[in-house]
């Protein structure tokens, strides 16, 4: 179960974030704000205590707190980005996390290691980590070295269709599993309970289990059929503006 969550307002200066699909056109900053608003009631309907963060006019892409950290229950651990813009986001987040850790219990990816959050997928004390444009092998080696001495696992997971790992599977928890394009067949994920999800609804792979329910991007009537035949309460969010800087509901935010 999470306790936590912390959530990063989105800045004026998304409209200049990355992206992969600027044929989506630009953010508009007014619906992103009210969208990532509603984001936070949602969330707080899954009984977890919400810390919102101020605008970083700095850093175009931070309000995707998820990927300058990991969050789990034995320690953090601050990323090192492999987005150059990205950077700088780290430091930002480190004195937060500090309120939930004690020092000795966060952990640092350093260079020439890269890692983002959004490339850990965490199934129970197993930590699947995509190897993508933005996180290297070394960088998976640092994680495995932090984690391993509290029992926990990590396994490598090469990608090449899409940003990050969680950009195309999410573990919704009792082994199961959505996955989309290249995660329906990869090897690692063999033993799992896999629903797959069409190509025209791949964007939906990007949802999130919240203490026992699951929160579903508006406008993917399959896959949000398919995780209430699961058995999940669905809870939806329309995260239209983040999706154009290719980001979605799990990047919004670290749980734990
Ligand atoms: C980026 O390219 O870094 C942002 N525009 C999107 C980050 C999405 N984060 C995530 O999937 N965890």
Redesign the pocket.
Known sequence: MFQHVIVKIPCKAMIN????HPELGTPDYEKALAQHAAYVETLKQCGVDVTVLPADEAY??SC?V??PAIVTKYCAVITN?G?P??KGETAAIEPVLEQFYPKDKIFHITDPGTL????VMMCGDTFYVGQSA?TNAEGIRQLGEILSPFGCKVVAVPLTEV??L??GVVYLENNNMLTAGEFCTKPAFESYHKVKIPAEEAYAA?CIWVNGKVIVPAGYPTVQAAVEALGYPVLVCDTSE?RK????L???SLRF
């Open positions: 974030g990355i992206t992969d175009p892409d995707f998820e990927d980005p987005a813009s990205r983002e959050g959004g490339d933005r940003l990050h969680k950009t990007n983040f800087i290719d980001g979605g799990s990047c919004l």
